[in-house]
């Protein structure tokens, strides 16, 4: 009677382990995806297929997996079952060479609002929020995270007129985005042909 007493107590201590680790993993991969910070919103009205086709980035905050990278483009397509091929493209002048980056985007909830939810890492995925959308033409929109680390200015033209990135910049640093730490992609240096 005993050792069935210890046995059940160790499956019950199994089963309690086993179901925090999932907590804890679902917990983390949650993190990672949702609305954007503060007070700002995703765009409604999004039309996907204005969206599609190359975008440069004009302005990021700094993370890992683009450091150091200049000339840096973002080119969407649609694939069949809806979601959408994200290829992220920069030079690395330190190394001498081409970076690219080939990803999955979908949908975060409605077609028609500007949440999407990108992976370039298999399953684990991360809030991409249009929060500033050039309704009339799709030549400028700004990107959010979930949180204040991660937000881009994104521009059709390699450069984008001063009056609007400025009002861009502006409406993130009163969002609570450390502006003052933006670094402004190089599209003009000298880079040698980006290999197909």
Sequence with gaps: MRCETVYGRKAMYKRTVHTAVIAVV????????????????????FQLQRYLGQWHEIARLDHRFERGLSHVTAEYSENPDGSVTVINR???????????ATGRARFAGESSKGALEVSFFGP??????????DQNAYEWALITGNNYNY??????????????????????????????????V???????????
């Design 124 to 133: 684990f995925y991360a809030s991409y929020n249009i929060v500033a959308l």
């Design 26 to 45: 679902v917990g983390i991969l949650a993190a990672c995806t949702g609305a954007p910070p503060g007070e700002l919103r995703v765009v409604d009205d």
């Design 90 to 100: 920069g030079y690395n002048a330190e190394e001498g060479k081409w970076e690219q």
């Design 186 to 196: 190089d599209h003009q240096s000298p880079a040698p042909a980006e290999a197909e």
């Design 151 to 184: 937000l881009w200015i994104l521009a059709r033209q390699k450069d984008l007129a001063a009056d609007t990135q400025a009002r861009l910049v502006s409406m993130a640093e009163q969002a609570g985005f450390a502006t003052d730490e933006l670094i402004f």
